[in-house]
C-alpha cells in the first residue's frame, strides 16, 4: 500500500461521490479493484476502478454508507490529502479475444456499475448493453458515457413512487446465450439475477460475478 | 437416497493422521485436532431435512482405523459416497475409489474441493470416482444433484444441475458448466449438530480456550477479498456469499442455551467487517449472551475492523482472533497480494490487545523468491511483536503450492517445483526451489516457535491469562498444556526434514 493525492472528489448523487486519485504505476486492467483506506482509519476497504485502464488518474465511484467507517472519511477527502492505495487485484476483466468479437450484458446495482464504465471507456467499441438499478433518478451518475440505446436503467424508488426492480425490467427482456453477461453489485440483485439468467438459457460458463456486500 | 459423507482416516508413514476440512491445509499430526467441516456438515443437514438418510462418516473424529472405517460404510449401502479433495491426499482418494467400487458397484463416488474442482478432468481419469462437485457451495448442489439422482435415471446423460463434471463412461465425462457463485445462504439449513455428532470436535481443537467449543455455520463463503495469491478462495469464478447477522445470532443463541457450548469459532475465510460485525456483536449484547461464559472467535485479516468494532466486539466476548501475517517485507505482500502494512498491523493488534482479544498470528516462511533479508525480517518481526504482547499465540507454517491457486501456478509455469508427486505437498517441506538452502527456513521455523519457550513471552501471557474474566487454573492449565503439545507437534513436522535436502535441490540453491 502506498500513499496517493487526492485529484479531486466530486458527489454525483446525494449519497455518492467520485474520487480521483493519483495513478499507481502498475499495470491495471479495467475490472480490477483497489484496498482503499486513509493513513488515520488504518483501515480499508475495496472499490473497483470507475475509470479507463490507461488513464492516468484514477477514478472510484463510491457510495456514502450510512454509519459506515470508510466511505464517510473518503467522502471529506479534499485534493491535495493522501489516501492509501493498494492493489491492482481480481480477474472480473474481460477475455481479450471476446473484446472485438463477442457481445457482452453488464448488470449492476447501484455503484456496482463502476468496472462497467471502466470497461465501456476502456474500449470503446465494445457491443454492450448495460442494464442498471438504482435506487434514485440521481444515481444515473455519468450516463452521458453511455450510448443511450444500450443503457437501460430502473428505478425502484422514483419520485412518482412507481418504481420498479432491474430484475423485473430483465425479466422481459430477451436474453442472447452467446453474450457474456457480468453482474456486480448486492447479493440479492445477482442472485436473482442468475436465476432469470438460468431460466433465459444463459449457460453457468457465460456468468461471471462481483459481490460489493 | 442413502448418502454417506465420508472422511476415511489417512495416515502416513509416520503413523500421523491427516486433518482434511475446508480451506484448511492438509497436515499430518499424531494427535489431530479435529476441524468440523463446516460446509459438508450443512450439506448432511440440508440432505436429511430433504428426506435422505445421512451417514455422517468422520472416521479421524469417530477414532476408526481405516480397515474399520471401510468395513462400517460397505455395512451401510451406501447409494452415494461423498469424499473432499486437495492436494497432498489425491492420490490417497484415488486409490480408495478404485477400492470402493470393487467393494460397492453400484455406488456413485462424489468428490467435492478445491483440487478436484480446478482438476475434474485428472480426477476422473485417474480414479474411479464417479462425480467431481466443482462448487464450494456444494450443499446447495449436493442437495440438487441426489434429489436428482433419486428421481432421474438418466441423470448422468441429461442433468443440467451447474457445476458438475460426470462421468458418463470409463473413459468419457461431461461437464454441466460453471457453478454459481453466489448462493444464499440464508436458505442453506444451519448445521443439525446432533447428525453431524458435535462432541466428536468439542475438545480436541487447540485453537478453543474453553471447551466444549463448536464451529459455527460460516457466515462468509469463500471470502470478501479473496485475492491473496496462495489462498484457495482466490480465483476468477469465486466471489463470497453472506449470511444474514440474525440467523448467525440465532445459531449461536441455540449453541449456548441448548448445547452448552462454551467456545464458538466461524472459520469463514474473513467474518464480518464494518456494519455487519458490529450488528452482530451489539446483537449477542442485546440477547445476553455475552455473559453465558462462552467466547467467541474468528479469521480477520489486518485492515478490516477498527478500534470502535474491535472494542464492541471484546465486550461481547471475543476472544481468539486468527490473523494471516505472511511476512514483514513489502516485496513479499505485494506478490502475494496481502496489501497490509506494519504500522496497521500494530495499530490492529495494539487495539485487540488493548480490550482483551487474543490475536493468533498464522505465519509462512519459503516462499521461492525469499531472500535471508525478508526472511529474518520476518522472524525478527514476530519476535517484536509477541515480546510486546501484541499477540498472544502464533503457528507457522511452509507455503506450499497447493490445489492449483494462482502461487501453485506460478510454481507450475516457473518450472521451481521439486517434485510431481502430489504425497509431497503435505506441508512437511519445501518443495519449491529458493533462494536460501531449506535448512534456513526450517531453522527460522525453530526459531519463531522458540519464542513461546522464551521467559519474556511466558511472563506476558501468563499476565495475560491472569487477566481473563475466567480465573479458572485447571482451564489455563488445560490450555497451556494443548498449547505446548501442539508447538512441540509443528515444530517436529515442520523441521523433520532438515538436513535432509537433497543434491538437486542444493544444485538449484546455488544455481
Ligand atoms: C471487490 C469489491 C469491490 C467493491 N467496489 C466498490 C465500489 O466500487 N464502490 C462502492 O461504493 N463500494 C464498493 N465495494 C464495497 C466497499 O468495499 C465497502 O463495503 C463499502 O464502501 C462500505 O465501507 P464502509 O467502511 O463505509 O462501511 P462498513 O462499516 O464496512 O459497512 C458495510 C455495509 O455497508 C453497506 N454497503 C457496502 N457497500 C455498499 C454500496 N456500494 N452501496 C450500498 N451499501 C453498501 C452494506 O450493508 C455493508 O455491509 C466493493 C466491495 C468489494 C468486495
Ligand atoms: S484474506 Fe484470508 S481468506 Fe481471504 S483470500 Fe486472503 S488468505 Fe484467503
Not at chain 1, 502506498?2 to 499507481?24: C, G, H, W
Request: a negative charge; charged letters at 25%; hydrophobic letters at 35%.
Amino acid at each position: 500500500m502506498d500513499s496517493f493525492k487526492v485529484i479531486e472528489n466530486i458527489r454525483l448523487s446525494e449519497s455518492t461521490f467520485r474520487l480521483r486519485t493519483e495513478r499507481p504505476n502498475v499495470p491495471i486492467k479495467a475490472g480490477q479493484c483497489f484496498s482503499v483506506g486513509t493513513k488515520e482509519l488504518g483501515i480499508n476497504r475495496e472499490y473497483s476502478m470507475y475509470s479507463a485502464a490507461d488513464d492516468d488518474f484514477i477514478d472510484f465511484l463510491i457510495r456514502e454508507v450510512e454509519d459506515g467507517i470508510v466511505t464517510p472519511a473518503l467522502g471529506r477527502c479534499k485534493p491535495g490529502d493522501l489516501v492509501e492505495i493498494g492493489g491492482p487485484y481480481g480477474e472480473f476483466c474481460l477475455p481479450i479475444q471476446a473484446i472485438a468479437e463477442d457481445s457482452f450484458v453488464f448488470i449492476a446495482s447501484g455503484t456496482g456499475v463502476a468496472p462497467f464504465h471502466s470497461f465501456i471507456k476502456s474500449f470503446p467499441w465494445l457491443d454492450y448493453k448495460l442494464y442498471h438499478g438504482i435506487r434514485h433518478e440521481d444515481e444515473k451518475y455519468e450516463s452521458d458515457d453511455y450510448e443511450p440505446s444500450r443503457y437501460i436503467t430502473a428505478v425502484s424508488q422514483p419520485a412518482n413512487g412507481n418504481g420498479e426492480r432491474i430484475t423485473s425490467v430483465l425479466s422481459r427482456e430477451q436474453m442472447n446465450p452467446e453474450s457474456h453477461y457480468y453482474l456486480c453489485g448486492n447479493r440479492q440483485m445477482i442472485t436473482d439475477t442468475v436465476q432469470i439468467l438460468r431460466e433465459r438459457g444463459v449457460p453457468g460458463g457465460r456468468i461471471l460475478m462481483e459481490t460489493f456486500f | 437416497m442413502k448418502v454417506a459423507i465420508s472422511y476415511p482416516p489417512i495416515v502416513n508413514d509416520q503413523g500421523q493422521k491427516a486433518m482434511v476440512s475446508q480451506n484448511r491445509n492438509v497436515q499430518f499430526f499424531q494427535k489431530p485436532t479435529y476441524l468440523l467441516p463446516v460446509i459438508h456438515a450443512q450439506a448432511a443437514t440440508a440432505l436429511d431435512q430433504a428426506g435422505h438418510d445421512v451417514y455422517w462418516d468422520d472416521g479421524n473424529a469417530q477414532l476408526k482405523d481405516y480397515d474399520k472405517w471401510l468395513s462400517d460404510l460397505v455395512a451401510w449401502q451406501p447409494d452415494v459416497v461423498v469424499f473432499e479433495s486437495t492436494t497432498p491426499v489425491m492420490k490417497f482418494y484415488w486409490k480408495t475409489s478404485r477400492q470402493l467400487k470393487e467393494l460397492l458397484p453400484s455406488t456413485t463416488i462424489v468428490i467435492t474441493g478445491y483440487h478436484s474442482m480446478r482438476r475434474p478432468e485428472e480426477t476422473l481419469d485417474e480414479s474411479d470416482i464417479d462425480v467431481v462437485l466443482r462448487s464450494n457451495n456444494l450443499d446447495f448442489v449436493l442437495l440438487r444433484l441426489v434429489n436428482e439422482m433419486a428421481t432421474n435415471p438418466f441423470w448422468r446423460m441429461t442433468s443440467d444441475i451447474e457445476g458438475l463434471t460426470i462421468r458418463t463412461s470409463e473413459t468419457e465425462s461431461r461437464s454441466t458448466g460453471n457453478f454459481i457463485q453466489v448462493e444464499p445462504l440464508d436458505k442453506t439449513p444451519l448445521i443439525d449438530r446432533d447428525l453431524v455428532r458435535w462432541k466428536d470436535y468439542a475438545y480436541e481443537n487447540g485453537n478453543f480456550l474453553n471447551t466444549p467449543g463448536t464451529y459455527a455455520s460460516s457466515v462468509v463463503r469463500d471470502c470478501m477479498f479473496g485475492k491473496c495469491t496462495f489462498c484457495r478462495y482466490n480465483g476468477p469464478d469465486l466471489t463470497f456469499s453472506m449470511m444474514s447477522v440474525e440467523r448467525s445470532l440465532d445459531e449461536y443463541q441455540d449453541l449456548i442455551e441448548n448445547h452448552g457450548v462454551k467456545e464458538i469459532f466461524d472459520d469463514s475465510g474473513v467474518w464480518y467487517r464494518g456494519r455487519e460485525a458490529r450488528q452482530f456483536a451489539q446483537g449477542i449484547i442485546d440477547r445476553g449472551l455475552h455473559k453465558k461464559g462462552c467466547y467467541f472467535g474468528i479469521n480477520t485479516r489486518f485492515e478490516y475492523l477498527d478500534e470502535e468494532t474491535i472494542k464492541l466486539m471484546a465486550k461481547a466476548n471475543f476472544r481468539f482472533v486468527l490473523l494471516g501475517f505472511e511476512a514483514a517485507d513489502d516485496e513479499t505482500l505485494m506478490r502475494l497480494n496481502k496489501g497490509y502494512q506494519m504500522e496497521h498491523v500494530e495499530s490492529c493488534l495494539t487495539w485487540m490487545t488493548k480490550y482483551g482479544l487474543h490475536p493468533h498470528l498464522t505465519i509462512m516462511v519459503g516462499y521461492y523468491w525469499q531472500t535471508r533479508e525478508q526472511l529474518d525480517l520476518t522472524v525478527k518481526t514476530v519476535k517484536s511483536l509477541m515480546y510486546r504482547g501484541l499477540a498472544r499465540t502464533l503457528q507457522v507454517t511452509i507455503c506450499t503450492p497447493l490445489d492449483f491457486t494462482p502461487y501453485h501456478q506460478e510454481c507450475i509455469d516457473q518450472g521451481i517445483l521439486l517434485t510431481d508427486d502430489y504425497d509431497d505437498h503435505d506441508m512437511s517441506k519445501l518443495i519449491v526451489t529458493a533462494p536460501l538452502p531449506h535448512d534456513e527456513y526450517y531453522k527460522a521455523i525453530r526459531e519463531i516457535y522458540s519464542i513461546t519457550f522464551n521467559p519474556r513471552f511466558i511472563a506476558r501471557q501468563i499476565m495475560f491469562l491472569g487477566k481473563m474474566r475466567k480465573r479458572d487454573w485447571q482451564f489455563l492449565f488445560t490450555y497451556s498444556i494443548r498449547a505446548i503439545r501442539r508447538v512441540r507437534q509443528h515444530i517436529f513436522n515442520l523441521t523433520r526434514n532438515e538436513g535432509k535436502q537433497t543434491e538437486a535441490e542444493r544444485v538449484s540453491v546455488s544455481a
